[in-house]
Nanobody, 119 residues
Framework: QVQLIESGGGLAQAGGSLRLSCAAS????????MAWFRQAPGKDREFVAR????????AYADSVKGRFAISRDNAKNTLYLQMNSLKPEDTAVYSC????????????WGQGTQVTVSS
């Protein structure tokens, strides 16, 4: 059974940092693109960042570019999101995803972890 389990969310002050982790189990994802998405209350799910299987290529939403960094450790089958200079508008449930299907859709999703940024 494939599982993606996020951790590292919590409460942070504006300007602070958090590091999210996404531990994958059930199959290796070293050859697959993985990504982070977020969903704020009352809003649609939003793409945050993605990274290729070899970590050669990555992409970010304009809203987080320069503040967030996505990385992965294929030996640990784990995806990370380092979030710096946090803003209140970063408040959302952050979910990881694996195996890109196209059109911003992924085959596997985690349950999400809450990130709340206070001003």
């Amino acid at each position: 059974q494939v599982q993606l389990i996020e951790s590292g969310g919590g409460l942070a002050q504006a300007g602070g940092s958090l590091r999210l982790s996404c531990a994958a189990s059930g199959r290796p994802f070293s050859g697959n693109t993985m990504a982070w998405f977020r969903q704020a209350p009352g809003k649609d799910r939003e793409f945050v960042a993605r990274i290729s299987g070899s970590s050669t290529n990555s992409a970010y939403a304009d809203s987080v570019k320069g503040r967030f960094a996505i990385s992965r450790d294929n030996a640990k089958n784990t995806l990370y999101l380092q979030m710096n200079s946090l803003k209140p508008e970063d408040t959302a449930v952050y979910s990881c995803a694996a195996v890109y299907l196209g059109n911003n859709e992924y085959n596997y999703w985690g349950q999400g972890t809450q990130v709340t940024v206070s001003s």
